[in-house]
Every structure is written in structure tokens, then in C-alpha cells.
């Protein structure tokens, strides 16, 4: 059976390694977007350059009927999905909570939380036993800062990833006898585009000594994890996390 990987924020940093790196182990691969449809095109070029079908289509996964709009296109030009790596997530400018605004906390929560259970919706539907599916598995892009809650920074981000690890156990019960396994990622410090957003674009040089391995993650290093939960190597993991952070 032809593996099919729908990868959310697929289109740069780590969503982007791991779209090539599912090429290069035969995953026909979606790139899900949201804003940025040059650089998903170029991913796109680079998964079928390994020999693999690709396609890019732009959803929110915050948005239910972007998502729902998202797996149909998946269904009509790569067939059924075998593979969800749930990546796409935001954070906004570094602020202590006591000057966050609702709208704010609201952004963060829909992507990092709503879009996550939007899209695992979406692939069970299609994968589980239950509804006719022959299974498959799903990796939740957590984050470090789930356990260490980012103060002073960004804890709606890390209280997101909490919600996300908590998802990941659960949602990892609820379909174990269904062919489905549920895994987590948890990466450190990663040199991606994400820290510009936080207002601090060369934050992992400032904040790498603090980690033991005294160096910044590279975003392979995490896609090599998530490829591996993904594939039958991890065949009795379900409910797991790896953590990708340099021994913090
Ligand atoms: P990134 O470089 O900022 O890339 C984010 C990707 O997500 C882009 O493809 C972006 O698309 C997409 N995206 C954002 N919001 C979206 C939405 N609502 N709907 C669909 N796509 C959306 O981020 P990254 O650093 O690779 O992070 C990927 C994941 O790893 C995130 O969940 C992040 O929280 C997690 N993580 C990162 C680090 C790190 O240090 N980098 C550490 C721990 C965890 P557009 O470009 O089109 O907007």
C-alpha cells in the first residue's frame, strides 16, 4: 500500500524537513499552508524530484472548513491518507501574560489546539477500523515548552503544547484498537523562521548555552523522529513523546 502523508505547516522549517525526508522514504506527500504558497510549490518541486507524488494546498488549519476542504483534496489526488504529522503551529511576540489579550490567546489556541484535533478528525475518519479504514498513524508536533512553560515569554504557546501532549495520550487510547498510533514530538531550541515571530529572530543562539548539549537543534534532526514514529519501527509505540531538545 502507497504511503500518504499530509503534513500541516509543511511548507518551511520543520514541517518542510519532513516533507523531504518523507520523500526520500516514498511517502507520496501532501504540504498543507497557510500564507506562503512559493515556498510550499518549492517543497512540492523537491518531493517530486525524489520520485514521489506531491501536492500543495493552502488551508487554515484553525479554519474547520479549510481542514475539511484539505483532507478532500488529499482524497482526490493522492488517495487515502496513511500518515498526519499535525506541525503547523504559531506563536506571537514574546509578553508576560499580564499583557496578553484575548485575541491573542485566541490565535495561538485555534492553530496550536483546535487545528490539531480539526486534522486528527479528519485522519481518523479515514484511517480508524471503525469507519472502514485500514489504519495508520498520526505524530503531534509538541514542543520542550510544554514542560518548561516559557515564562516570561510566551506561556499561552507552551499552555497550547500542554494541551497537545495531553491530546496526544488520550487521542493515543481512544484509537489504539483501531490501527491508529498517536505519537508526540517535543523539540528544544530549533533554528526555523518561528522566532522571528516571537519577535526575536537569532533567539536560539542566545538561549543555546542553557541547553546541555550547548548547540541549537537543526529541523531534520526532529523530522528524523517523526519519520521514524511514523513507520513500522515504532510498530508498538503509541502515546509516546520524544523529546528533541538537547538533553533540556
Ligand atoms: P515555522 O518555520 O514558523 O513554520 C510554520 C509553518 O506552519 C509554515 O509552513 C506555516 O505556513 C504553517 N502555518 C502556520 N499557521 C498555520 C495555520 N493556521 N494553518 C496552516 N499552516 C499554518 O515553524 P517551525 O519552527 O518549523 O515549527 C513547526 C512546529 O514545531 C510548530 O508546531 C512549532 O510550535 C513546533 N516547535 C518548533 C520549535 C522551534 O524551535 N522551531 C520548537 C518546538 C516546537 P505559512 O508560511 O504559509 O504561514
Known sequence: MQNVIVI??????IGAATAIL?????YDVCVNYRHNRQSADEIVDRVKGAGCKAIAVQADVASEPDVVR??????ANLGTITAL???????????????MDAARLNRVLATNITGCFLCAREAIRRMSTR?????????????????LGSPGEYVDYAASKGAIDTMTIGLSREVAAEGI??????????YTDIHASGGEPNRV????DTVPMKRGGQAVEVANAIL??????????????????GGK
Not at 70 to 75: I, K, R, Y
Not at 181 to 190: C, D, E, K, Q
Request: glycine share 14%; net charge negative.
Open 228 to 245: 521514524w514514529l511514523l513507520s513500522d519501527q515504532a510498530s508498538y509505540s503509541t502515546g509516546t513523546f520524544i523529546d528533541l531538545a
Open 22 to 26: 518523507a520523500a526520500q522514504q516514498g
Open 131 to 147: 469507519h472502514g479504514g485500514t489504519g495508520g498513524a498520526i505524530v503531534n508536533v509538541s514542543s520542550a515548552a510544554a514542560r
Open 85 to 99: 504529522v499535525n506541525n503547523a503551529g504559531v506563536l506571537e511576540p514574546q509578553m508576560r501574560v499580564d499583557d
Open 181 to 190: 498510533r498517536v505519537n508526540a514530538v517535543r523539540p528544544g531550541y530549533i
Open 70 to 75: 484539505l483532507f478532500e483534496a488529499v482524497d
Open 8 to 13: 500541516t505547516g509543511g511548507s518551511r522549517g
Open 205 to 208: 543562539d542566545r538561549i543555546k
